[in-house]
């Protein structure tokens, strides 16, 4: 068997730990970017003047950010300006949920705005308040019809999310780095971590369109 | 005397420069059917949707068992909006909501009823509109006179005082209309009052108490049915009346 292969058989279940480490880090953020961003798209839709243009100054900022300037400036000048101890996995966490963030709430509004009209109408009928039409009525229409963006957002995530190595967070660029500069099997651990890379996403994919499957309604179309 | 049910006066409402409404005003009996009529772009749509402030009207008031309602007070206009139920053309039931779901909803989120006694009312008002085997069916699994239908019991669930219809029949193929009426004709028996606007004059004459005809945002004529569809004051009446007759035919 040739030494490069032995080398990276050896070194594979080091680099699926770091899988799971990448997982956590993007299904954090994922979580993270949800929760802020669906605010934010609510804001952008039902808000007035002045939220509408801050959601938009918001938006523009983390979208046009750097991801590596991010994580520094995050990391090495916040926490240490504020002298505030925050580990690299949480940093990682939560700079690539604010990123998100700023995606997913236009995936949000998009699919907030494609609702017809009447369907608030209806709800406000009722005797809702506007809150309650859009938490019982709006949201959970408008997330259904995002799934495939959060699908896309996901890819994106992890592929991301490898930078954060940067900072030492243990995920699976970070190991394979790590094994590759000791060993000097560079091509083969390189390769096999692109491939665990590909195998994730594929495998998230597969999963949010299983989730997209569950909680398909009749009749409304999703693609 | 009796005092109106509804009372609505002068109401006004701008879009742009345009005005859509010019200063109607209304009052409406309790168990009254009134039928608005107009041709399209009239304002009835317009009129309807300011009743229950679903549009915002400029200027004009609505008083409601004689108390009179300011929108700007949400608790006040949620209160109302739950004694005037509201039926649309298209039917704006909740797509993500199966039928008994769309019927429930309201108790549960706005009445703060529980789901279980609110769910044995809405299965009893999709009863009611003949719709108890099409309780677990999503919007989209159901014909337009079904969800017409669903929408109806949606909005009775919640124990209207008054009920507006905008053309609730006017998205419906011909042959689904009659399901629809049947059910407009119930809750009118049962002593509902309505405000309806339609096309469907034959319908329109055997039920209404009263006929107003509505043009360019002015009510310029109301009255009885047979006043109105036989000898109206009107010339422009007549017009639309003849019109109207020709197109819907006589029923
Ligand atoms: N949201 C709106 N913005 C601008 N113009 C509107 C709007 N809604 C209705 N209108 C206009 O108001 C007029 C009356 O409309 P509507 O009340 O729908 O009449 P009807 O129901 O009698 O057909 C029409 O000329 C229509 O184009
Ligand atoms: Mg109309």
């Given at each position: 068997?040739?030494?490069?292969?032995?080398?990276?058989?050896?070194?594979?279940?080091?680099?699926?730990q770091g899988s799971l480490v990448t997982l956590a880090v993007v299904a954090g953020a994922l979580s993270f970017?949800?929760?802020?961003?669906?605010?934010?798209?609510?804001?952008?839709?039902?808000?007035?003047?002045?939220?509408?243009?801050?959601?938009?100054?918001?938006?523009?900022?983390?979208?046009?950010?750097?991801?590596?300037?991010?994580?520094?400036?995050?990391?090495?000048?916040?926490?240490?300006?504020?002298?505030?101890?925050?580990s690299?996995f949480t940093?990682a966490i939560?700079?690539l949920?604010?990123?998100?963030?700023?995606?997913?709430?236009?995936?949000?509004?998009?699919?907030?705005?494609?609702?017809?009209?009447?369907?608030?109408?209806?709800?406000?009928?009722?005797?809702?308040?506007?809150?309650?039409?859009?938490?019982?009525?709006?949201?959970?229409?408008?997330?259904?019809?995002?799934?495939?963006?959060?699908?896309?957002?996901?890819?994106?995530l992890l592929?991301?999310s490898?930078?954060t190595?940067?900072?030492?967070v243990a995920e699976i660029?970070?190991?394979?780095?790590?094994?590759?500069?000791?060993?000097?099997?560079?091509?083969?651990?390189?390769?096999?971590?692109?491939?665990?890379?590909?195998?994730l996403?594929?495998?998230?994919?597969?999963?949010?369109?299983?989730?997209?499957?569950?909680?398909?309604?009749?009749?409304?179309?999703?693609? | 005397?009796?005092?109106?049910?509804?009372?609505?006066?002068?109401?006004?409402?701008?879009?742009?420069?345009?005005?859509?409404?010019?200063?109607?005003?209304?009052?409406?009996?309790?168990?009254?059917?009134?039928?608005?009529?107009?041709?399209?772009?009239?304002?009835?749509?317009?009129?309807?949707?300011?009743?229950?402030?679903?549009?915002?009207?400029?200027?004009?008031?609505?008083?409601?068992?004689?108390?009179?309602?300011?929108?700007?007070?949400?608790?006040?206009?949620?209160?109302?909006?739950?004694?005037?139920?509201?039926?649309?053309?298209?039917?704006?039931?909740?797509?993500?909501?199966?039928?008994?779901?769309?019927?429930?909803?309201?108790?549960?989120?706005?009445?703060?009823?529980?789901?279980?006694?609110?769910?044995?009312?809405?299965?009893?008002?999709?009863?009611?509109?003949?719709?108890?085997?099409?309780?677990?069916?999503?919007?989209?699994?159901?014909?337009?006179?079904?969800?017409?239908?669903?929408?109806?019991?949606?909005?009775?669930?919640?124990?209207?005082?008054?009920?507006?219809?905008?053309?609730?029949?006017?998205?419906?193929?011909?042959?689904?209309?009659?399901?629809?009426?049947?059910?407009?004709?119930?809750?009118?028996?049962?002593?509902?009052?309505?405000?309806?606007?339609?096309?469907?004059?034959?319908?329109?004459?055997?039920?209404?108490?009263?006929?107003?005809?509505?043009?360019?945002?002015?009510?310029?004529?109301?009255?009885?049915?047979?006043?109105?569809?036989?000898?109206?004051?009107?010339?422009?009446?007549?017009?639309?009346?003849?019109?109207?007759?020709?197109?819907?035919?006589?029923?």
């Amino acid at each position: 068997m040739p030494e490069s292969l032995v080398a990276v058989i050896d070194a594979f279940p080091y680099l699926l730990q770091g899988s799971l480490v990448t997982l956590a880090v993007v299904a954090g953020a994922l979580s993270f970017g949800l929760l802020v961003g669906a605010p934010l798209a609510i804001g952008q839709v039902y808000g007035g003047a002045l939220i509408r243009r801050s959601v938009g100054l918001y938006v523009w900022f983390f979208r046009g950010i750097p991801l590596l300037v991010f994580l520094f400036l995050f990391y090495f000048g916040l926490c240490t300006a504020l002298g505030i101890n925050l580990s690299a996995f949480t940093v990682a966490i939560i700079v690539l949920g604010l990123i998100s963030s700023a995606y997913q709430s236009q995936i949000i509004r998009g699919a907030i705005q494609s609702l017809p009209e009447g369907q608030l109408k209806a709800a406000r009928a009722l005797g809702m308040s506007d809150i309650k039409a859009i938490v019982n009525i709006i949201i959970p229409q408008a997330l259904r019809l995002s799934i495939p963006g959060f699908s896309n957002e996901y890819s994106i995530l992890l592929k991301d999310s490898a930078v954060t190595y940067a900072l030492g967070v243990a995920e699976i660029m970070a190991r394979a780095h790590f094994v590759a500069t000791r060993t000097y099997h560079h091509f083969p651990l390189y390769f096999a971590a692109g491939l665990i890379f590909m195998i994730l996403t594929w495998l998230g994919v597969k999963v949010l369109r299983l989730l997209e499957d569950r909680v398909r309604i009749p009749g409304y179309s999703h693609n | 005397m009796t005092s109106p049910i509804l009372r609505i006066e002068n109401l006004s409402k701008k879009y742009g420069q345009r005005e859509v409404l010019k200063g109607v005003s209304l009052e409406v009996e309790k168990g009254d059917l009134k039928i608005l009529i107009g041709p399209s772009g009239a304002g009835k749509s317009t009129f309807l949707h300011c009743i229950n402030f679903l549009v915002k009207p400029d200027e004009g008031h609505v008083w409601l068992d004689n108390e009179e309602i300011h929108p700007a007070r949400k608790r006040e206009l949620y209160a109302y909006r739950q004694k005037v139920g509201m039926i649309f053309q298209d039917f704006n039931l909740f797509d993500h909501l199966t039928a008994f779901e769309n019927v429930r909803i309201g108790l549960v989120k706005v009445k703060g009823i529980g789901k279980d006694a609110a769910g044995a009312r809405a299965a009893q008002e999709l009863e009611r509109v003949g719709l108890k085997e099409h309780m677990q069916k999503y919007p989209s699994q159901l014909s337009g006179g079904q969800k017409q239908r669903v929408s109806i019991a949606r909005a009775l669930a919640m124990d209207p005082e008054v009920m507006l219809l905008d053309e609730p029949t006017s998205a419906l193929d011909p042959e689904l209309i009659g399901e629809v009426h049947a059910v407009i004709r119930d809750l009118g028996k049962s002593g509902m009052t309505m405000i309806m606007a339609t096309h469907q004059i034959g319908f329109a004459s055997s039920l209404a108490s009263e006929i107003i005809f509505m043009e360019d945002g002015r009510i310029l004529e109301q009255g009885t049915p047979s006043k109105i569809f036989n000898d109206p004051d009107n010339s422009r009446t007549r017009e639309f009346c003849s019109k109207i007759t020709d197109l819907y035919g006589e029923r």
